[in-house]
């Protein structure tokens, strides 16, 4: 850029006439080439929008939130298209998901912002407008997306009503004591029933009739209502622009030619281009590039001030040097951090490993850089004799696994190899050489290669959660014993109305992990929906369940597993194991085994030639003779013979399966 502007300028005084001459401007080919000069990826063209004009008094920051498909991301458009963010086209669906998986899912991952300018009564008013992920697995995008607000908007569906993760987003943001404005949507649909839904909301969430708003987001019904309530009823933060620079970054994602860009919000100060900032978490210092603000795509302004929400790149090269939660605070001008955000619990865990070895460094890579963008994503190191070198991820839930790895395949063209998903355990030591080993007496087992001995161990626990399910009244009696099949305790059941009841179960998090949600889906019709929070753990009968081929042990088979559940796992894995190996020359044995106690046993059988085809009729000894001869030779075999198990068995056997 600057090679370019030299450029000109040199032209520029090259082709300048004598006085009273008409200036000549620079040949064709040079404005060409200037032209080709300008990035795609640069902001340096926009026009800059002065942020002086919006005092702390007319600013309001506030997040949509809703179960999931309930018309977040729908809604979020209209209020683009009525502030004149966006042009007005009949294009404009789920504009804010950027990520490919959304557009293909149809669901918000990442939490979006947007800045809104809005003349309310003669005032100008910037809104600063959060989308955030309505399934569960991305609970800690809302969390995070409300440290930086003051208010929400709650949509419910019309036709469907208040759902489980519709619970769960009201009580953080309740908890977080933000104002909450209550949104009927798809008022439209044909089954709409907004009165019914309304009283819900008021048995519910103890907030009256009157001040629900009834919407069509898709059809742009009584959307000025929502933007008039969101002035008059969220307030404006309460920051001063004359404190020292207090920032949270609240969200960061990589950029190939600018590095990290951090998403901002402002406790307090101002910020500038050439501004010297330090970083309260790593204690670097930085020079501020570029700030401003998101209209969704970036706009850059010459200052940021207190109470406003934008963007921030600042050379910041290692994807490690941008923690989420971290307060940003002006060089000799300390502050006390910002409490930034509780960390998030990973609730599952599984293996990654490249396909192949030699992508190992670029699959690192990739890993880090999407971590950067998914700081709910927790890596350790970990190898596999079988798949060579790995790590062991851990995720919050099955569907923010699937959507990690589909984004490490479109965003960084990885293909990797994902292990079936297991759930952290705990084991208290008994053991005084362990707990000196370990240097305590309660440990986490995250592989099951790490399960300590039964004689070593006082007693064992797991994880809990405790769901939350609402279900039309008619599935009841399905959805109880669903829910007894998989060791639950059922704590709590409550009646919304006369149609729909809320059921709360304490389960443990291995039952509920792989297929449970698909189970109740299909019992209910699609109807019951399904949200679960921590609730801790507790003891449990847990056994390790080794997997044998021919009597050795295979390491990658191994299985943590709840001691009434051992008998039909072992099985099911013995089988699938029976058609992926490839057969051989001798027998092989698979065995599932607890100890020494074999539970399980499928045998593959061996190829043998028929050594009896040259026997035409005569005495039934010779025939036994050589069978016999061929069974020892089998059994010979069988002694000296590695059942190598090849990689994409492994995988087979690993993978979740769709049928299980």
Same mark, same amino acid.
């Given at each position: 850029?600057?090679?370019?502007?030299?450029?000109?300028?040199?032209?520029?005084?090259?082709?300048?006439?004598?006085?009273?001459?008409?200036?000549?401007?620079?040949?064709?080919? *040079?404005?060409?080439?200037?032209?080709?000069?300008?990035?795609?990826?640069?902001?340096?063209?926009?026009?800059?929008?002065?942020?002086?004009?919006?005092?702390?008094?007319?600013?309001?920051?506030?997040?949509?939130?809703?179960?999931?498909?309930?018309?977040?991301?729908?809604?979020?458009?209209?209020?683009?298209?009525?502030?004149?963010?966006?042009?007005?086209?009949?294009?404009?669906?789920?504009? *804010?998901?950027?990520?490919?998986?959304? /557009?293909?899912?149809?669901?918000?991952?990442?939490?979006?912002?947007?800045?809104?300018?809005?003349?309310?009564?003669?005032?100008?008013?910037?809104?600063?407008?959060?989308?955030?992920?309505?399934?569960?697995?991305?609970?800690?995008?809302?969390? /995070?997306?409300?440290?930086?607000?003051?208010?929400?908007?709650?949509?419910?569906?019309?036709?469907?009503?208040?759902?489980?993760?519709?619970?769960?987003?009201?009580?953080?943001?309740?908890?977080?004591?933000?104002?909450?404005?209550?949104?009927?949507?798809?008022?439209?649909?044909?089954?709409?029933?907004?009165?019914?839904?309304?009283?819900?909301?008021?048995?519910?969430?103890?907030?009256?009739?009157?001040?629900?708003?009834?919407?069509?987001?898709?059809?742009?019904?009584?959307?000025?209502?929502?933007?008039?309530?969101?002035?008059?009823?969220?307030?404006?933060?309460?920051?001063?622009?004359?404190?020292?620079?207090?920032?949270?970054?609240?969200?960061?994602?990589?950029?190939?030619?600018?590095?990290?860009?951090?998403?901002?919000?402002?406790?307090?100060?101002?910020?500038?281009?050439?501004?010297?900032?330090?970083?309260?978490?790593?204690?670097?210092?930085?020079?501020?590039?570029?700030?401003?603000?998101?209209?969704?795509?970036?706009?850059?302004?010459?200052?940021?001030?207190?109470?406003?929400?934008?963007?921030?790149?600042?050379?910041?090269?290692?994807?490690?040097?941008?923690?989420?939660?971290?307060?940003?605070?002006?060089?000799?001008?300390?502050?006390?951090?910002?409490?930034?955000?509780?960390?998030?619990?990973?609730?599952?865990?599984?293996?990654?490993?490249?396909?192949?070895?030699?992508?190992?460094?670029?699959?690192?890579?990739?890993?880090?850089?999407?971590?950067?963008?998914?700081?709910?994503?927790?890596?350790?190191?970990?190898?596999?004799?079988?798949?060579?070198?790995?790590?062991?991820?851990?995720?919050?839930?099955?569907?923010?696994?699937?959507?990690?790895?589909?984004? *490490?395949?479109?965003?960084?063209?990885?293909?990797?190899?994902?292990?079936?998903?297991?759930?952290?355990?705990?084991?208290?030591?008994?053991?005084?050489?362990?707990?000196?080993?370990?240097?305590?007496?309660?440990?986490?087992?995250?592989?099951?290669?790490?399960?300590?001995?039964?004689?070593?161990?006082?007693?064992?626990?797991?994880?809990?959660?405790?769901?939350?399910?609402?279900?039309?009244?008619?599935?009841?009696?399905?959805?109880?014993? *669903?829910?007894?099949?998989?060791?639950?305790?059922?704590?709590?059941?409550?009646?919304?109305?006369?149609? /729909?009841?809320?059921?709360?179960?304490?389960?443990?998090?291995?039952?509920?992990?792989?297929?449970?949600?698909?189970?109740?889906?299909?019992?209910?019709?699609?109807?019951?929906?399904?949200?679960?929070?921590?609730?801790?753990?507790?003891?449990?009968?847990?056994?390790?369940?080794?997997?044998?081929?021919?009597?050795?042990?295979?390491?990658?088979?191994?299985?943590?597993?709840?001691?009434?559940?051992?008998?039909?796992?072992?099985?099911?894995?013995?089988?699938?194991?029976?058609?992926?190996?490839?057969?051989?020359?001798?027998?092989?044995?698979?065995?599932?085994?607890?100890?020494?106690?074999?539970?399980?046993?499928?045998?593959?059988?061996?190829?043998?030639?028929?050594?009896?085809?040259?026997?035409?009729?005569?005495?039934?000894?010779?025939?036994?003779?050589?069978?016999?001869?061929?069974?020892?030779?089998?059994?010979?075999?069988?002694?000296?013979?590695?059942?190598?198990?090849?990689?994409?068995?492994?995988?087979?056997?690993?993978?979740?399966?769709?049928?299980?």
């Amino acid at each position: 850029m600057a090679l370019g502007s030299r450029a000109a300028s040199w032209w520029a005084r090259l082709l300048s006439p004598g006085p009273g001459v008409a200036p000549r401007g620079p040949p064709a080919w *040079l404005a060409v080439g200037l032209a080709a000069c300008r990035r795609p990826y640069s902001s340096g063209g926009k026009e800059k929008i002065d942020m002086s004009t919006y005092p702390v008094e007319s600013i309001r920051n506030f997040s949509i939130i809703a179960h999931v498909d309930h018309g977040k991301s729908t809604l979020a458009d209209r209020l683009l298209e009525i502030t004149g963010t966006i042009a007005k086209t009949d294009r404009n669906k789920q504009v *804010l998901d950027k990520l490919q998986v959304e /557009r293909e899912r149809g669901i918000t991952v990442k939490a979006q912002s947007a800045s809104l300018f809005y003349n309310h009564k003669g005032v100008n008013y910037l809104l600063n407008l959060i989308d955030t992920p309505g399934h569960v697995d991305f609970n800690y995008e809302v969390s /995070r997306s409300l440290s930086a607000c003051q208010g929400v908007i709650l949509v419910v569906d019309a036709n469907e009503g208040i759902q489980a993760q519709t619970v769960a987003n009201f009580y953080l943001a309740f908890e977080a004591q933000l104002a909450i404005i209550p949104v009927i949507n798809k008022i439209d649909l044909k089954n709409a029933d907004p009165e019914r839904v309304e009283k819900q909301i008021e048995k519910l969430f103890d907030i009256p009739v009157n001040e629900c708003i009834r919407i069509s987001a898709k059809q742009g019904t009584n959307i000025e209502k929502v933007l008039e309530k969101v002035i008059e009823k969220i307030p404006p933060p309460s920051f001063n622009t004359t404190d020292p620079l207090k920032a949270l970054v609240f969200d960061s994602t990589f950029d190939h030619y600018r590095g990290v860009i951090a998403n901002i919000a402002l406790f307090g100060g101002e910020i500038e281009k050439g501004h010297k900032i330090v970083s309260a978490h790593t204690k670097k210092r930085y020079e501020v590039n570029e700030v401003g603000i998101l209209t969704p795509n970036e706009q850059p302004t010459d200052k940021l001030y207190a109470g406003q929400v934008g963007y921030l790149i600042s050379g910041m090269k290692e994807v490690t040097e941008a923690q989420i939660g971290d307060t940003l605070f002006m060089h000799k001008q300390p502050v006390e951090p910002l409490p930034g955000f509780k960390s998030a619990k990973p609730m599952v865990f599984a293996g990654m490993y490249p396909v192949d070895q030699t992508e190992y460094n670029n699959l690192k890579s990739a890993l880090e850089r999407l971590t950067l963008n998914d700081s709910s994503v927790t890596v350790h190191r970990d190898s596999s004799l079988a798949l060579g070198a790995g790590w062991r991820l851990g995720f919050l839930g099955l569907l923010h696994m699937e959507v990690f790895n589909q984004r *490490l395949e479109q965003e960084y063209n990885m293909s990797v190899i994902l292990t079936a998903p297991t759930v952290p355990y705990k084991a208290i030591l008994s053991s005084a050489k362990l707990i000196k080993e370990y240097g305590k007496a309660e440990i986490t087992i995250i592989n099951p290669a790490q399960f300590p001995d039964k004689l070593s161990v006082s007693e064992y626990l797991e994880p809990t959660v405790l769901g939350t399910i609402v279900t039309p009244q008619e599935y009841i009696g399905k959805i109880i014993v *669903l829910c007894q099949d998989r060791r639950a305790v059922q704590k709590d059941m409550l009646y919304i109305d006369e149609h /729909r009841v809320m059921l709360k179960y304490l389960f443990p998090l291995n039952e509920i992990v792989v297929d449970f949600y698909d189970a109740l889906k299909s019992l209910s019709s699609g109807y019951a929906s399904f949200d679960y929070e921590d609730a801790g753990y507790q003891a449990a009968d847990l056994i390790k369940m080794d997997i044998l081929l021919n009597g050795n042990p295979v390491e990658e088979l191994a299985t943590i597993i709840h001691r009434d559940k051992a008998y039909a796992t072992g099985k099911f894995l013995c089988e699938r194991l029976k058609d992926a190996i490839p057969r051989q020359l001798f027998e092989i044995a698979i065995q599932a085994a607890i100890g020494k106690k074999i539970i399980a046993r499928e045998t593959l059988k061996a190829y043998r030639k028929n050594v009896v085809a040259k026997c035409y009729g005569g005495d039934i000894t010779r025939r036994m003779k050589l069978l016999k001869r061929q069974a020892e030779g089998k059994k010979l075999m069988r002694k000296i013979g590695n059942v190598e198990v090849p990689r994409d068995a492994f995988i087979r056997v690993l993978k979740r399966q769709p049928d299980k």
